[in-house]
């Protein structure tokens, strides 16, 4: 069964800073990974997908890299902004389409 | 990216009322959603796969008489949340695949239901 873990929980950092969230994964079998962002009493807004044969995804200030054999994906945050401030989801694409999700990292952003 | 919707965004409901959710694919045909309820600070669990024309998938520990989901078009899912009891507020998210090569799957607002 897979499972997906998000470290750590929660994060709080000063304006400015780089950031790495992590995500692992119990099952190397995937086919894709997404990352999401969720604001409080939000849905999901999907911010990265990583497919199966791709290493990396960047979008803006965003970069996600992806380690299939090791079971780990890294979202790392440049300058951070308040605006960052937001729950982080990792999920994993298993067959099916299913998706399963880590618990998420709280990050706070303090200007 | 592809756009989902959902209605309600927020409900209450008395308890033993039963509530239903939809979910659209507004510029996109989906043949599978997917169905997720979340807890206050917890993440997301998925409850059931949508198939159009078919019956639903329900995971492990959910109940199907209770959650009832219909996909009765390409660009619509509904859950119905029968004879709610308080137990049962929680956060609905839909997904649904946004119909390219990648598998993107592109979620909806969610809908808050409340029974009191």
């Known amino acids: 069964k897979q499972e997906v873990t998000q470290i750590p929980a929660a994060l709080s950092v000063p304006e400015g800073e780089n950031l790495v969230l992590n995500c692992s994964f119990t099952?190397?079998?995937?086919?894709?990974l997404q990352w999401f962002r969720q604001d409080p009493g939000k849905g999901l807004t999907s911010l990265l997908l990583?497919?199966?044969?791709?290493r990396e995804q960047t979008s803006g200030r965003l970069n996600a890299s992806l380690d299939k054999s090791s079971g780990r994906s890294t979202l790392y945050i440049a300058a951070s902004q308040p605006g960052d401030s937001a729950t982080y989801l990792c999920?994993?694409?298993?067959?099916?389409?299913?998706?399963?999700f880590g618990q998420g990292t709280e990050l706070s952003v303090k200007p | 990216g592809a756009v989902v919707s959902q209605h309600p965004s927020w409900v209450i409901c008395k308890s033993g009322t039963s509530v239903k959710i939809e979910c659209r694919s507004l510029?996109?045909?989906?043949?599978?959603m997917f169905w997720y309820r979340q807890f206050p600070k917890q993440s997301l669990m998925l409850m059931a796969t949508?198939?159009?024309?078919?019956?639903?998938?329900?995971e492990q520990g959910v109940e199907k008489d209770k959650f009832l989901i219909n996909h009765a078009s390409l660009t619509l899912s509904t859950l119905t949340v029968t004879s709610a009891h308080p137990e049962d507020s929680s956060f609905y998210i839909c997904?649904?695949?946004?119909?390219?090569?990648?598998?993107?799957?592109?979620f909806g607002e969610g809908s808050r239901l409340t029974v009191l």
């Open positions: 997904s649904a695949a946004g119909g390219d090569s990648k598998g993107e799957l592109f």
């Open positions: 949508s198939n159009e024309g078919s019956k639903a998938t329900y």
């Open positions: 990583i497919q199966s044969s791709q």
């Open positions: 099952d190397s079998a995937i086919y894709n």
């Open positions: 999920a994993v694409y298993n067959q099916g389409g299913k998706l399963i």
């Open positions: 510029d996109f045909q989906a043949t599978t």
